[in-house]
């Protein structure tokens, strides 16, 4: 599965972004994760495919919402109230399968449960 990703950019400190991400093949589980420099690769937030299950890393609850549109097979990142230290190169990540709610909380943050990447977005946060 090819995974296109797009909508980053520049926002100053308490604006807002979206993500899409689309994908060409099936995406159970769609993911975003971000890269900031010298920094490890960091899991933001995932959800199933019927929705309604979201995952979040603690950082980033209340102010980012991901959601998913299986019509048109894109997931997309609204990311609110950002800060500078959101900066960073946001991946998508999308995995084949649908996995019981319990397998979905125990792996959804992990990197290597994904089989798809996309090309990453950058996202800069000025204060």
């Known amino acids: 599965v090819q995974l296109q990703a797009s909508g980053g950019g520049l926002a100053q400190a308490g604006g807002s972004l979206r993500l899409s991400c689309t994908g060409s093949g099936r995406t159970d589980v769609m993911a975003w994760f971000r890269q900031a420099p010298g920094k490890e690769r960091e899991f933001v937030a995932a959800?199933?495919?019927?929705?309604?299950?979201?995952y979040y890393i603690d950082s980033v609850k209340g102010r980012f919402t991901i959601s998913r549109d299986n019509a048109k097979n894109t997931g997309y990142l609204q990311m609110n109230s950002l800060k500078p230290d959101d900066t960073a190169v946001y991946y998508c990540a999308a995995r084949e399968g649908r996995p019981i709610l319990s397998v979905f909380w125990e792996n959804a943050s992990k990197k290597d449960w994904y089989d798809s990447w996309g090309v990453g977005t950058q996202v800069t946060v000025s204060s």
């Open positions: 959800i199933r495919w019927s929705g309604g299950n979201e």
